[in-house]
T-cell receptor, first 112, second 114 residues
């Protein structure tokens, strides 16, 4: 059974700091990995999707990497801003299935 | 492209009542998914549709839950005889249908069972 773990569960940083969020998964048979952002009481916003054949994806200040063999992904946020405060969720699309398996998320707070 | 929409956004009901939620996917998206999210947890998969066919169901989807997608457009999720443990955010997502593309999520329906 696929299990996705996100560390840390919560992170508080001052504005302007670069930061890394970690995601690990137990079964490397995945189609892709997605990073989402969730604001309190809201739905999910897709940030980046990395196909299993890719190593990384970039969008603006965000960079996500994938090491499928070791079951790890990182989300790098450069020059953090208070508006980045949210919960960040990692999810893998399991091979042989159509379902996303999510971690519990990392709650990020960026202090002005 | 107006995004995935869900209705209602909030629902408060008494234990034992039936509730129905609606999801309208992004137009032209063939796949539609339902997830459930409880406080402090990541979303958990419930079921998905390819057009009007329901192709996969989680064991979380007890016999009190039923989902439909008539004509392959909008979908409904019904919960019969609600229990307090059903209180959660119910999220709908859609994708184009290649299987490995991005799933776009709606704003969710927050269900509170008293």
């Amino acid at each position: 059974k696929q299990e996705v773990t996100q560390i840390p569960a919560a992170l508080s940083v001052p504005e302007g700091e670069n930061l890394v969020l970690n995601c690990s998964f137990t079964d490397s048979a995945i189609y892709n990995l997605q990073w989402f952002r969730q604001d309190p009481g809201k739905g999910l916003t897709s940030l980046l999707l990395i196909q299993s054949s890719q190593r990384e994806q970039t969008s603006g200040r965000l960079n996500a990497s994938l090491d499928k063999s070791s079951g790890r992904s990182t989300l790098y946020i450069a020059a953090s801003q208070p508006g980045d405060s949210a919960t960040y969720l990692c999810a893998v699309l399991q091979g042989g299935s159509e379902k996303l398996v999510f971690g519990k998320g990392t709650k990020l707070t960026v202090n002005p | 492209d107006t995004g995935v929409s869900q209705d209602p956004r909030h629902k408060i009901t008494k234990r034992g009542q039936n509730v129905t939620f609606r999801c309208d996917p992004i137009s032209e998206h063939n796949r539609l998914y339902w997830y459930r999210q409880t406080l402090g947890q990541g979303p958990e998969f419930l079921t998905y549709f390819q057009n009007e066919a329901q192709l996969e169901k989680s064991r979380l989807l007890s016999d009190r839950f039923s989902a439909e997608r008539p004509k392959g457009s909008f979908s409904t999720l019904e919960i019969q005889r609600t229990e307090q443990g059903d209180s959660a955010m119910y999220l709908c997502a859609s994708s184009l249908g290649t299987g490995t593309d991005t799933q776009y999520f709606g704003p969710g329906t927050r269900l509170t069972v008293l």
